[in-house]
């Protein structure tokens, strides 16, 4: 997992509300336990029209490409606790999305994996609605998201998430750090 710290990217606005997992990776997606390879599905429904790329949707614009940071509409990532949602946004490109508000189950699945669901107040959304394209910067570090023209929000993060992020690690990576001191407590406890 890349250590996260700081991400300055243009964005993408999908300002569609109630976006749920199947959504972002249709369940006939989920055969595979690989996490490469889902991206090019994500947001299936809308990104393709009878197998072709669908020229009319956002995220197959110019406009799109190389776009890291997602802004979206308010209740983001809905739905069922598939833990493939963060897989395919993070192989199509994306590294944190920005709404009002974000599902509990997807932001935890999404800290787990090293994308970054940020939730920032209605106004502060509604300006980076209104910018998309636009250029914008989070900072883990001081959790603070700063939009083009200056203005920023700040955000919270669960602090053990935020370390392993920063980290560039996921809870796994975390215990295997602590390996000295659990042989250490083991031995102890003999």
């Known amino acids: 997992m890349l ?3 700081q991400l300055t990217s243009k964005t993408v606005v999908v300002p569609n ?3 749920d997992t199947d959504i972002i990776i249709p369940a006939r997606f989920l055969k595979v336990t690989d996490k490469k390879g889902l991206g090019v599905n994500a947001f299936y429904a809308w990104r393709y029209k009878d197998g072709a790329v669908d020229p009319d949707c956002i995220l197959n614009q110019d406009a799109a490409k ?4 997602l802004v979206a509409g308010d209740n983001f990532g809905c739905g069922s606790s598939r833990e493939h ?3 395919a946004l993070l192989d199509y490109g994306f590294r944190a999305v920005i709404s009002t508000s974000i ?6 699945n999404s800290l787990k994996n090293g994308f970054l669901p940020l939730e920032v107040d209605a106004a502060f959304h509604q300006k980076l609605m209104a910018q998309g394209g636009s250029e914008v910067t989070i900072d883990l570090d001081t959790q603070k998201v700063t939009a083009a023209d200056g203005s920023t929000v700040s955000f919270e993060v669960e602090p053990f998430a935020r370390y392993c992020l920063l980290n560039g690690m996921d809870q796994l990576d975390f ?4 390996m000295d001191d659990i042989k250490a407590f083991e031995e102890a406890r003999i």
Do not use: C, M, Y
């Open 85 to 87: 949602a963060p897989w």
């Open 17 to 19: 509300t109630n976006i």
């Open 3 to 5: 250590e996260f710290h």
């Open 175 to 178: 215990l295997l750090s602590q």
């Open 103 to 108: 599902a509990d189950i997807f932001r935890g």
């Open 66 to 69: 190389g776009a890291e940071i």
